[in-house]
């Protein structure tokens, strides 16, 4: 039957409830996996590494003792704040993949940006929009 404007699709309709039906009962597995994301990074020359949780958290800090023999101290900052902000990438790429797994199509074309785009973000930078508006 041929779409009457005014008229929802009832099939689409349907289609989306049922997917939305799917993803919800797969909740409890969805927050397993997502809590379950660590993002892991090394700096280039190999001498600090980061672990962060699945919200960015800092959860391990490496430092090797190399690193403490270079008497400049916010060249290592730099070089801790670039590592750590890799693994949340590391982090927020891995919890993409798994809402990318377990969200119908449609929910992700809803969500997609916004979501994408916060989980990605370190807080800096979510800070930063915020602050001057750009959400």
């Not at 909740?27 to 993002?39: A, F, N």
């Not at 801790?80 to 949340?88: D, F, P, S, W």
């Not at 590391?90 to 994408?116: F, I, N």
């Amino acid at each position: 039957m041929a779409d009457v404007p005014g008229r929802p699709d009832w099939s689409a309709l349907h289609h989306m409830v049922s997917d939305l039906r799917k993803a919800t009962s797969e909740l409890p597995e969805i927050q397993r996996r997502m809590l379950s994301v660590t993002g892991t990074a090394s700096s280039p020359d190999g001498l600090i590494t980061a672990v962060v949780g699945p919200r960015g958290h800092l959860m391990e800090l490496g430092i090797d003792p190399r690193a403490l023999r270079r008497p400049d101290s916010k060249a290592l900052s730099a070089t801790i704040l670039q590592t750590v902000r890799a693994a949340i990438e590391d982090a927020g790429r891995q919890s993409t993949e798994v809402l990318d797994d377990v969200l119908p199509g449609d929910l992700r074309a809803l969500a997609g940006t916004d979501v994408r785009t916060f989980v990605g973000s370190h807080d800096a930078d979510v800070r930063g929009r915020a602050e001057d508006g750009r959400g």
